[in-house]
């Protein structure tokens, strides 16, 4: 069974540039995350997704961030514009349904704003 | 406020030994736990979970241990192998609310020398 694919695995770009980042959860799945993990930090959730609906947007910088998961499959996450703060890795995440706790991470990307 | 804390950032160990990753949370409202393992450049992997009606699960050389009314829990390797060198994250939730949001501590590096 293939796991959760993120691409890019890795992005540099210059301040206030836009960038995205694409995320195919495990099939079946209907919940998808995505987190966001500072250096030294554990991974901080940004928004879930229970097929096409957003259900907890609340961590979201809405501002500069915005995040879409048509057909309730693959999703996309943007950043426009991003800042120097932006750095990190950015993580996608994907569990059968909601109540499964246990949910199965993609390898991330890192994200270099410079 | 961190909810999830794992106190100790790096810990190491000889190989065959016991390794002992420790985990402490506020939130008297967590019921479910759960240890992730993470290799780097690679996302989270999901090791072992337990829920509060437990005390102690396990899975083959692993075994996590709860104490709710210390709210503290810990992640035993019996024996370590140094393919268990990898950051260990410990999670919590609530599974009696509907966010079914993953809190993260910041991680501790396992290191097994052969």
């Known amino acids: 069974e293939a796991g959760v694919v993120q691409s890019p695995r890795y992005k540099i770009i210059e301040k206030k540039q836009p960038v995205a980042f694409w995320c195919n959860p495990i099939?079946?799945?209907?919940?998808l995350y995505w987190y966001l993990q500072n250096l030294g930090q554990g991974p901080e959730l940004l928004i879930r997704y229970e097929n096409e609906e957003a259900v907890d947007d609340s961590q979201l910088p809405k501002d500069r961030f915005s995040a879409e998961r048509l057909k309730g499959v693959d999703s996309t996450l943007k950043i426009q514009p991003a800042e120097l703060g932006d750095s990190a890795v950015y993580l996608c995440?994907?569990?059968?349904?909601?109540?499964?706790?246990?949910?199965?991470f993609g390898p991330g990307t890192r994200l270099t704003v410079l | 406020d961190q909810q999830v804390k794992q106190n100790s950032p790096s810990l190491s160990v000889q190989e065959g030994r016991i390794s002992i990753l420790n985990c402490d949370y506020t939130?008297?409202?967590?019921?479910?736990f759960l240890w992730y393992k993470k290799y780097p450049a690679e996302g989270p992997t999901f090791l072992i979970s337990i829920s509060s009606i437990k005390d102690k699960n396990e899975d083959g050389r692993f075994t996590v241990f709860l104490n709710k009314s210390a709210k503290h829990l810990s992640l035993h390797i019996v024996p370590s192998q140094p393919g268990d060198s990898a950051v260990y994250f410990c999670a919590a939730a609530d599974s009696g609310g509907s966010n079914y949001k993953l809190t993260f501590g910041k991680g501790t590096l396992l290191t097994v020398n052969p």
């Open positions: 939130n008297s409202m967590f019921d479910y």
């Open positions: 995440a994907s569990s059968l349904e909601a109540g499964a706790y246990t949910q199965y």
């Open positions: 099939s079946g799945h209907n919940t």
